[in-house]
């Protein structure tokens, strides 16, 4: 099964595709994380990145796509994939195209988790994460259940997306509008294509997911 998250940023890609890793064992491709440990480890493609994502624009087809490509071809086929934040562009939808045909995998389902803009920004603006494991949390909607204490790892260190403030949530979005909610009618002739109301609990998300993918 290989399926692409799409939605706006703070739609909630991240945490559903947490939820699929843990409910089946597939496997998360965050273009967004992979760079993210780009920019952190110092390599020369995070040293390109660093100042297009603190501005919230997007960085280069090729430079997403090679870390995608080498991705999947490091991996067996038989493990299901979640593409998060990934095609963002018409160009990147093509070039996945070209990746899947070459890794032997099949697009399954594309599923857009429907959003209310405004909403959006209070999502960014209180996001966090556990430092250890990566843990997604959010200030009033999803804190941890002991306050300052990770639900996954116990850890107690947490940390915030330098992007993550309200001026470039704005440019992100206006990213996502004009770049990437273009490409839905690509997958929409090819009949692959599911909305979910990504405004309901974090729990109900999941379980209209998992009904997508019972098919
Ligand atoms: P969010 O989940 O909030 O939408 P991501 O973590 O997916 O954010 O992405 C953070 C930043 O990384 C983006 O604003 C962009 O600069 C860059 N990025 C991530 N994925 C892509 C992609 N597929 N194409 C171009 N840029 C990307
Ligand atoms: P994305 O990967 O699409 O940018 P995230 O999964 O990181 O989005 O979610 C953004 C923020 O919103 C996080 O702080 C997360 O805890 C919170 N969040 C995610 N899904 C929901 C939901 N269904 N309802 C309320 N808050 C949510
Ligand atoms: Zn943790």
């Given at each position: 099964?290989?399926?692409?998250?799409?939605?706006?940023?703070?739609?909630?890609?991240?945490?559903?595709?947490?939820?699929?890793?843990?409910?089946?064992?597939?496997?998360?491709?965050?273009?967004?994380?992979?760079?993210?440990?780009?920019?952190?480890?110092?390599?020369?493609?995070?040293?390109?990145?660093?100042?297009?994502?603190?501005?919230?624009?997007?960085?280069?087809?090729?430079?997403?796509?090679?870390?995608?490509?080498?991705?999947?071809?490091?991996?067996?086929?038989?493990?299901?994939?979640?593409?998060?934040?990934?095609?963002?562009?018409?160009?990147?939808?093509?070039?996945?195209?070209?990746?899947?045909?070459?890794?032997?995998?099949?697009?399954?389902?594309?599923?857009?988790?429907?959003?209310?803009?405004?909403?959006?920004?209070?999502?960014?603006?209180?996001?966090f994460s556990c430092a250890n494991c990566?843990?997604?949390?959010?200030?009033?909607?999803?804190?941890?259940?002991?306050?300052?204490?990770?639900?996954?790892?116990?850890?107690?260190?947490?940390?915030?997306?330098?992007?993550?403030?309200?001026?470039?949530?704005?440019?992100?979005?206006?990213?996502?509008?004009?770049?990437?909610?273009?490409?839905?009618?690509?997958?929409?002739?090819?009949?692959?294509?599911?909305?979910?109301?990504?405004?309901?609990?974090?729990?109900?998300?999941?379980?209209?997911?998992?009904?997508?993918?019972?098919?």
């Amino acid at each position: 099964m290989n399926i692409i998250l799409l939605g706006p940023p703070g739609a909630g890609k991240g945490t559903q595709s947490a939820g699929l890793v843990e409910r089946h064992g597939m496997r998360q491709l965050s273009t967004g994380d992979m760079l993210r440990a780009a920019v952190k480890a110092g390599t020369p493609v995070g040293l390109k990145a660093k100042e297009v994502m603190d501005r919230g624009e997007l960085v280069s087809d090729e430079i997403v796509s090679d870390l995608i490509d080498a991705e999947l071809a490091a991996m067996g086929q038989e493990t299901g994939v979640i593409f998060d934040g990934y095609p963002r562009t018409a160009a990147q939808a093509e070039m996945l195209d070209a990746i899947l045909a070459r890794n032997g995998r099949v697009l399954d389902h594309v599923i857009e988790l429907e959003v209310d803009e405004d909403a959006l920004v209070e999502r960014i603006t209180g996001r966090f994460s556990c430092a250890n494991c990566g843990a997604l949390y959010h200030d009033t909607a999803n804190p941890p259940a002991t306050p300052g204490v990770c639900d996954s790892c116990g850890g107690t260190e947490f940390k915030r997306r330098p992007d993550d403030n309200e001026k470039t949530v704005r440019t992100r979005m206006q990213e996502y509008r004009a770049k990437t909610a273009p490409i839905l009618p690509i997958y929409e002739a090819r009949g692959i294509v599911s909305r979910i109301d990504g405004m309901a609990p974090i729990d109900t998300v999941a379980e209209q997911i998992d009904a997508i993918l019972r098919g």
